[in-house]
């Protein structure tokens, strides 16, 4: 795919600094380094996002995200690790080629912020929006 940065990475028509790769797996440091370390790690078949990948894709991609973290933890000195990815637009995919974002952490004043908002539960709810989706097929 010739508009997508990440295709051009993987071709090698753009530079990036890798930090593994394997037939079917690259992953190379984020340009916007969030924190140091910033990883991206990408399939090398392209698919929009992960909500698109099949099983086998997919398990390629995710058998190498805990081994890459690691090492990025371990050579950075980080102290945690946020494996983050987005889905489409609104949840702030901004490049639409599946990437998974592995973002050391060293501090919590560091520049990534993450943060959940919690809400009273209502089980009754819970249990017919769980019902839902268990029975809804692909």
Known sequence: MTDCIFCNII???IPAAKV???????????IS???PGHTLVVPKKHFRNLLEMDSVNSS???EQVPQIARKIMK????TG??????????????VFHTHI????????KDDLKVTFVA???NFEELGKLAEKIAQTKE
């Open 101 to 108: 974002h592995l973002a050391p952490r060293f501090s919590e």
């Open 20 to 30: 593994y790769e394997d037939e079917g797996v690259l992953a190379f440091l984020d």
């Open 119 to 121: 809400h009273e539960p």
């Open 60 to 62: 390629l991609l995710f």
């Open 75 to 78: 050579a950075t000195g980080a």
């Open 11 to 13: 071709a090698g028509e």
């Open 81 to 94: 690790m946020n494996i983050i990815n987005n889905n489409e637009e609104v949840a702030g995919q901004t």
């Open 33 to 35: 380094q969030v924190t």
